[in-house]
């Protein structure tokens, strides 16, 4: 996509990209819904919280026109990435969670280009991999990590009350 733009999220945007959040997770055909998992949709309605973790940034995917089209979590501090399995103690990791798009700019490469801004942060760090999670309920994004040279890591799988949830993780010196 050649008009976008990504950078940290600013202040002001936080409650706009969670509500984005919530709508892009609650369509999931397979995910569990907000009355099955409230306390996880709080948590992405309030993304701005992430802001304030250490080595956390919250990245947002801007259009030309101004317009937010979806947004990331990256963490610099595995202690920080919140997800179950081993994904904390991997060494010289840096980890991405909670990447969503909005329904009008999916296919413009918009998550593409939040998951490269990722990796580039991680290379600029020093990290030497990339951790992230995902569901069979997130199928483009999974076929998408897929082809940016993500590989199926199952030591980092876990179940979250019953969801089965799948550990990617990939080199960041490796052209995406």
Known sequence: MSNLSIRDVAPDECAALGQLLVEVYAALEGFPGREEQPGYYAMLADIGRFTRLPGARVLVAIGDDGELLGGVVYFG???QYGAGGEACRVPDAAGMRLLGVAPAARGRGVGKALTQACLAIAREQGHRQMILHSTRAMQVAWDMYLRLGF???????????GLAVYGFSRGVGIAP
């Open 77 to 79: 501090d595995m202690a």
């Open 151 to 161: 590989g199926r890591d199952a030591e980092l799988d876990f179940s979250w009350e």
